[in-house]
């Protein structure tokens, strides 16, 4: 079964600070998922990767298959970016579903 | 909002009960995965469903069963519910183009908060 650690766990910054997000999983993988989930409980899926490195507005995703691990990376961070952090690893095969890390907590502050 | 809709929104109901927990897809999407997220134990995925069979199946309890229709909207049913039951129970899809659909960007319904005293 894949384990999947994420670091920090709690991470409080300022306001237009460079945040780093990582996770490393334990086995080979087919997709890691980013995902976000707000204070009241929300989730919304911030990127899927399977390689490579994406980006989208203020944040950018990357992934190292070699050393199985993915960075989240938010620039010029804002309060509204203060939510639960999780990634999620699909480890291939078919039968199986995602395996989720317990997530960090960011919070950013004015 | 992400076109997934889950009712109900909350749920109280007493160890030993059966709930159903609802969920229709956005439009289009064929997939429909079922995760629970605890305090103890995080996010954890459940089931999932494509075009109405079962695709894949994580840590589901053999009292929790669901199922697809052929509308494609799922539900979860819950059974002889105890304590630890108590959980953020959330829904999502994917269009499931390919590879089975783990390998998609899933989109998440606003989840079902079940209490169980």
């Known amino acids: 079964k894949n384990e999947v650690e994420q670091s920090p766990q709690n991470l409080t910054a300022q306001e237009g600070e460079f945040i780093t997000i990582n996770c490393s999983y334990s086995v080979g993988i087919s997709a890691l998922h980013w995902l976000q989930q707000h204070p009241g409980g929300g989730i919304v899926s911030l990127f899927m990767?399977?390689?490579g490195k994406k980006k989208h507005g203020r944040l950018i995703a990357t992934i190292n298959i070699q050393e199985k691990h993915s960075s989240l990376h938010i620039t010029a961070s804002h309060p509204r970016d203060s939510a639960v952090y999780i990634c999620?690893?699909?480890?291939?095969?078919?039968?199986?579903?995602?395996?989720f890390g317990k997530g960090t907590h960011l919070i950013i502050q004015p | 909002d992400s076109g997934v809709t889950q009712t109900p929104k909350h749920l109280i109901t007493a160890t030993g009960q059966r709930v159903t927990l609802r969920c229709s897809p956005r439009s289009g999407d064929l997939s429909v995965y079922w995760y629970q997220q605890s305090l103890d134990q995080g996010l954890q995925f459940l089931i999932q469903?494509?075009?109405?069979?079962?695709?894949a199946k994580g840590n589901i309890l053999e009292r929790f069963s669901a199922q697809q229709f052929p509308d494609l909207h799922s539900e979860l049913n819950l059974s002889s519910l105890e304590l630890g039951d108590s959980a953020l129970y959330f829904c999502a899809s994917s269009p499931t183009l390919r590879r089975g659909g783990l390998q998609e960007t899933q989109y998440f319904g606003p989840g079902t908060r079940l209490l169980v005293l």
């Open positions: 999620a690893v699909y480890s291939g095969g078919g039968a199986d579903g995602l395996t």
């Open positions: 469903y494509y075009n109405g069979e079962e695709r």
């Open positions: 990767l399977s390689s």
